[in-house]
């Protein structure tokens, strides 16, 4: 039975019994409540007609509210569905978006990794290479050290008032200001300090270059993951729950966006400055194998011409044992006669110092380098001319990039770059002309040691056994400046 009252009956207090008045029956049909009074001589409880109407009134009223809500209900579960079917489809699109903007983020950065390891790569080959040619003037300087002990050696074999120590074993051994066993030690020396510092410099590239590939790998598996994520759609088929996964993850365990981004900027930057101690590295190694092959040169071209030298007094001391002799076999000559046999040998003397003179490997050595130094000179003078087309075409390139209107006119990328390779064409510039006018000054100084030569090269018409046998003849197969140089 429907009850609109809202109390039930346990909450009703039941009314007071009325004891009947006999002989006539009084009875209450009803008295407020639906189901009656039960009372004796009822067999049920009955309803007034108002009443009855009442309670039909109500329940149509009830019926009509309780089909204007259902109404009210689905039209406002029609609207719930339609925004959250867009809200969802913004926030999907939203973060596509940001995924998408992620990825380029993404790319960039292992773009940049990926040139710096290139980078990185070419540096280390360079210093491999570098490494080599120390290797290879090392080897050089060694044979140097054989010869130069195998000429101390073997003049040990002199005896006698030649038994002394000369001008030439000065210049061999220790006792002197620049001796050439001292300066070839020196020079062992160095190079291997070079090639320690090589392969130290190295360790530290590759340890560059391995923390690059693996922020690389890294990136690289994140990109794959996020373009995955990205692609994924509510229509795709590869998507599953994922229990946990919307969970906020600890500070500790998540990097920033700005973290992020320093770890791959301080990668590169680490890997720059690595790079730039390769470059100054590798420029210090080679002015290193330089000027070790200049004064290895030098010296070996001093203890030369010491050699000269002392075959020279030699031949001085046996040309005035032959005028002795000369002497000896004139006191059967006229007076007239005697006086002019001096003249002859002095005029001797005079011819096999001029035909000596064209003798010394020296003088075509320092000829041909004066030669090449010119040569090379001219190519320094047009390289330097020709980087003025890069540089015109550098300055167009930045005028038509300052002729952009308006807010067109930014300072982006391209014009940074572009007046970065302008700095640097300017810098190339300024170390070639720098590098010309040391050239220049080194063909001064082959020009001074041509002269020098010129005037010191009557120290090469004979020699004696040990000097002139064996050690002139071994020492012929020193090393060059190219091999001294590692090449």
Not at 211 to 216: C, G, R, T, V
Request: aromatic letters at 6%; glycine letters at 2%.
């Amino acid at each position: 039975m429907y009850c609109s009252d809202t109390q039930t009956l346990t909450q009703r207090t039941a009314p007071k019994e009325i004891a009947p008045c006999f002989p006539e029956q009084v009875y209450a049909t009803s008295n407020g409540i639906e189901s009656g009074v039960s009372t004796i001589g009822f067999r049920s409880g009955r309803y007034a007609p108002e009443e009855a109407q009442e309670s039909l009134n109500r329940r149509f009223a009830q019926a009509n509210l309780d089909f204007d809500i259902s109404q009210q209900t689905r039209h406002d579960n029609r609207n719930m569905m339609t925004e959250t079917e867009e809200k969802s489809k913004s926030d999907f699109t939203n973060t596509t978006e940001k995924l998408r903007e992620r990825l380029k983020d993404l790319h960039f950065w292992k773009s940049e990794l990926e040139k710096e390891i290139l980078d990185v790569i070419a540096t280390n080959d360079r210093l491999i290479k570098r490494k080599r040619e120390l290797e290879r003037t090392l080897e050089a300087l060694d044979e140097c050290v054989l010869l130069t002990t195998d000429c101390l050696n073997a003049r040990q074999r002199r005896f006698g008032e030649d038994l002394q120590q000369d001008a030439v074993e000065l210049e061999l051994m220790k006792a002197s200001v620049s001796p050439e066993l001292d300066i070839l030690n020196k020079a062992i020396a160095l190079v291997k300090r070079s090639i320690q510092q090589v392969n130290n410099q190295l360790e530290r590239n590759r340890q560059a270059k391995q923390d690059l590939e693996m922020a690389w790998s890294d990136k690289h598996e994140a990109d794959l993951l996020d373009s995955e994520g990205a692609h994924l759609k509510p229509t795709s088929t590869n998507k599953q729950h994922y229990a946990g996964e919307a969970r906020s993850w600890p500070q500790a365990a998540q990097s920033t966006v700005q973290s992020w981004t320093q770890h791959a900027h301080d990668l590169i930057l680490r890997s720059e400055h690595e790079r730039m101690a390769s470059e100054q590295l590798y420029q210090l190694c080679e002015s290193i194998a330089i000027d070790v092959a200049r004064d290895v040169v030098n010296q070996k071209d001093c203890v030369n011409v010491a050699f000269q030298k002392r075959l020279d007094e030699y031949e001085c001391d046996k040309q005035r044992l032959i005028e002795q002799l000369k002497k000896a076999s004139l006191e059967s000559l006229t007076p007239w006669q005697s006086k002019f046999v001096p003249f002859q040998l002095a005029n001797l003397r005079c011819t096999k110092f001029i035909e000596g003179m064209h003798t010394l490997p020296n003088f075509e050595k320092i000829c041909t380098e004066i030669t090449e130094l010119e040569n090379n000179i001219k190519e320094m003078e047009y390289a330097i001319i020709a980087k003025d087309a890069y540089v015109k075409t550098i300055q167009t390139r930045l005028h038509l990039h300052n002729q952009r209107p308006n807010v067109e006119n930014c300072r982006d990328s391209p014009q940074k770059a572009m007046l970065d390779e302008m700095h640097n064409i300017q810098v190339t510039i300024d170390k070639l002309r720098d590098q010309l006018a040391l050239t220049e000054n080194n063909l001064k100084h082959l020009q001074d040691t041509q002269l020098m030569l010129e005037k010191e090269i009557h120290m090469k018409n004979v020699s004696i056994q040990v000097d002139k046998d064996h050690c002139a003849r071994h020492r012929m197969a020193f090393p060059s400046a190219i091999r001294l140089r590692g090449h």
